[in-house]
């Protein structure tokens, strides 16, 4: 796993630069909101960014637009920080409890332990039930002088208009690759550059994504899933193998080769061959599509339409799987594959 208390020390991360500095310039503007909407896709360090930011609140030496991690402060923030509360849902639980968000508005009220700011952090704040939600607002509408919250959500959409209205939004952005790819090149201690760029392509792009699937120590049996992708829909392979494979995967990730693969396919259709090319089953498919396909007509069409269907089929997976609702991750992936077997590519014998 990522160690993300030392990838906390690192923050701004190199996709990070601008918010950081708008939070900054904010600060010592003497201008920051009550409350912050960190929204953006999951993989890009939003939480370790609110926290950070939150430590540089909390010390009293602040140095460069840094905490100085020696302060008083900077030493109790390590451990826990009595003017810091962080809340999302527990663990083996999927929602942000009305339980959490009364104990958010209780430490509201309290006055600060070190004389300074208050900050607290929700994480996955789209997880708050409707009551919790409610809950929230209220603490929202009656701000407290020098308490700062940061709300942190990969699906702001969900939440009330209400709450979203009453924050501040700091959007966070996918890196390019290049940059992602720079950045986790100097994270990886061994690894190719082909690693690299099929890890982040796995992971779209999203940096701390690529680095758990790269620390998950699960490269071969990423290479592996991803040469049976390519033989299920040759009709060498079987989805519950596959389906197996997915669950060490994990089933986020399996979805994110899936699309990867699809992509590839549909850019190899249009001879627009990617960057990213991912390994060598994908490519020998991708080339024997082309070559089975030809250059125009309506079998390009009809070939390029289903791949593109598939590839939609794929990001609502992933969106399933990343949501909120306990989806079952088995049945989504089995789903999906069987689709694939079916797709009309006339590769199968
Ligand atoms: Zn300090």
């Known amino acids: 796993m990522t160690d993300s208390a030392v990838l906390e020390q690192s923050v701004p991360l190199p996709w990070q630069e601008n918010q950081w500095q708008r939070l900054l310039g904010q600060e010592q503007a003497g201008k920051l909101a009550h409350a912050y909407l960190l929204a953006g896709p999951p993989g890009l360090g939003k939480l370790i960014f609110a926290r950070r930011f939150a430590r540089y609140l909390l ?24 003017d810091l509360l962080m809340i999302g849902p527990q663990e083996g639980s999927r929602d942000v409890k009305i339980a959490q968000i009364r104990e958010l508005a209780e430490f509201i009220r309290l006055t600060s332990h070190a ?19 409610n809950a929230l607002l209220k603490s929202l509408e009656e701000p407290t002088a020098q308490t700062y919250l940061f709300l942190i959500s990969d699906a702001p959409g969900t939440l009330l208009p209400t709450i979203r209205s009453r924050c501040q939004r700091v959007q966070f952005i996918t890196p390019a690759l290049e940059d992602a790819a720079v950045w986790l090149r100097q ?16 992971a779209g792009n999203r940096p701390l994504y690529a ?7 699960n490269l071969e049996v990423q290479q592996e899933f991803q040469r049976k992708v390519c033989h299920l829909l040759l009709g060498k392979e079987s989805i519950p193998a596959l389906v197996s494979l997915a669950g060490k995967l994990g089933e986020k990730a399996a979805v994110g ?21 991912g390994n060598s089953a994908v490519v020998a498919l991708a080339q024997q599509l082309q070559s089975a396909t030809g250059p125009q007509g309506d079998s390009l069409k ?28 088995q049945l989504i992936i089995e789903s999906l594959l069987w689709r694939w077997r079916q797709l009309p590519l006339g590769l199968a014998p």
């Open 59 to 82: 010390c009293s030496d602040k140095q460069k637009g840094q905490p100085c991690g020696s302060c008083q402060n900077c030493s109790l923030a390590k451990q826990g920080h009595p």
């Open 211 to 217: 680095l758990e699937l790269a620390h998950s120590g």
């Open 187 to 202: 994270q990886l201690v061994s690894g190719t550059e082909e690693d690299e760029v099929s890890l982040l392509a796995a």
């Open 257 to 277: 080769y899936l699309s990867q693969i699809s992509t590839i396919l549909i850019k190899y259709l249009l001879e627009e061959r990617p960057i990213a090319e």
């Open 115 to 133: 004389g300074g700011a208050r900050t607290v952090i929700v994480d996955h704040a789209h997880a708050m039930n409707s009551s919790s939600a």
């Open 302 to 329: 009809a070939k390029l339409a289903s791949l593109l269907e598939f590839y939609e089929l794929a990001q609502q997976a992933q969106q399933q799987l990343g949501s909120s609702s306990n989806p079952n991750a």
